[in-house]
């Protein structure tokens, strides 16, 4: 499967973004989604994911209650909704998919994602 993100950009402290990615090549449904990041001198950390259906979605704690992660199957598309963004959240984002027909796993390191989008930078300015 290919991922094309987008949606990233400059935005001031407290403000909202939104990301999505869109997926082509593969049966979209058949794939956990997931959102991370990577600062400048720091590991790619996981921000989100969601199962294939769309029921269950999990998050790190630092965006727990400011970010929203959810799909579309119907458009093949996964989306990041970024809310009360802070400095910290400055990284390049990246979505990543995790083949999975057993639809059941959930996974949160980047090991486990077995396709990846090419990155959109967020910055966010104090």
């Known amino acids: 499967v290919q991922l094309q993100a987008s949606g990233g950009g400059l935005v001031q402290a407290g403000g909202s973004l939104r990301l999505s990615c869109a997926a082509s090549?593969?049966?979209?449904?058949?794939?956990?989604m997931g959102w991370f990041r990577q600062a400048p001198g720091r590991d790619r950390e996981f921000v989100a994911g969601?199962?294939?259906?769309?029921?269950?979605?999990y998050y790190a704690d630092s965006v727990k209650g400011r970010f929203t992660i959810s799909r579309d199957n119907a458009e093949n598309t996964v989306y990041l909704f970024m809310n009360r963004l802070k400095p910290e959240d400055t990284a390049v984002y990246y979505c990543?998919?995790?083949?999975?027909?057993?639809?059941?796993?959930?996974?949160?390191?980047?090991?486990?994602?077995?396709?990846w989008g090419q990155g959109t930078q967020v910055t966010v300015s104090s």
């Open positions: 969601i199962n294939w259906s769309g029921g269950t979605r």
């Open positions: 090549g593969g049966t979209f449904n058949n794939y956990v």
């Open positions: 990543a998919a995790d083949y999975d027909p057993t639809r059941r796993r959930l996974p949160t390191t980047a090991q486990q994602y077995d396709y």
